[in-house]
């Protein structure tokens, strides 16, 4: 029933491992987003697809790679973690044409030892 | 790009009385302004959006306010509860493709008993 989810809820891993993290909107939305909110709990976009086609990509390391295998998924992935990259991170999607509202899944918290 | 600014960045109120959090942007070509809370270690929700085309926009206790002469936008809490204490970021959207929110840095807003 859940609008958006995302899995894990938390992930726990040592520096220099690589961790996938899932998303999944069941709204029928086209577009979708990743967020980074680090511990000042500064929100700060790094990708969004619309229908499977990449469309915002900001200034993100390349390890951090993206997928989306259909519209209702989005997935994370992440190589060579580092410390730096501790933080929650939120899957969004965007309502249907002529609406601007996104909604957010409850967030991955990934903590790298 | 777009740039969002926040204030406060904590907010201390005593139950009853009203809470204003006040945003600027940069980009004179945003055209939609959502505020979002987030309690703590939850997802963002949005509460209330306004559009460039409004000047006003109220919904029971919360109100925003839009000045696009000034490029600033306000959310107004009235009368307020325990239950309002949480993070509350203000955001801008730049129209074009994507959809890309920019959101402020946050206040932590406490209401007091």
Not at chain 2, 68 to 78: D, E, R, V
Request: aromatic letters at 10%; charged letters at 20%.
């Amino acid at each position: 029933d859940t609008a958006v989810s995302q899995t894990p809820k938390y992930l726990v891993t040592q520096m220099g491992n690589d961790k996938s993290i899932k998303c999944e909107q069941n709204l029928g939305h086209d577009t979708m987003y990743w967020y980074k909110q680090d511990s000042k709990k500064f929100l700060k976009i790094m990708f969004s697809y619309n229908n499977k086609e990449l469309i915002i990509n900001e200034t993100v390391p390349n390890r951090f790679s993206p997928k989306s295998p259909d519209k209702a998924h989005l997935n994370l992935h992440i190589n060579s973690l580092e410390l730096g990259d501790s933080a929650v991170y939120f899957c969004a999607s965007r309502g249907l044409a002529g609406s601007y509202e996104q909604f957010f899944g409850p967030g991955t918290r990934l903590t790298v030892l | 790009g777009e740039n969002v600014e926040q204030h406060p960045s904590t907010l201390s109120v005593q139950e009853g009385d009203s809470a204003v959090i006040k945003c600027t942007y940069s980009d004179s070509a945003s055209n939609y302004f959502p505020w979002y809370k987030q309690e703590l270690g939850k997802r963002p929700q949005l509460i209330i959006d306004i559009r460039s085309n409004v000047g006003e926009k109220k919904d029971q206790r919360i109100a925003v306010t839009l000045n696009k002469t000034a490029k600033h936008f306000s959310l107004h809490i009235t009368e307020t509860q325990p239950e309002d204490s949480a993070v509350y970021f203000c955001a801008g959207r730049v129209g074009g493709g994507g959809n890309k929110l920019t959101f402020g840095t946050g206040t932590q807003l406490k209401v007091e008993l």
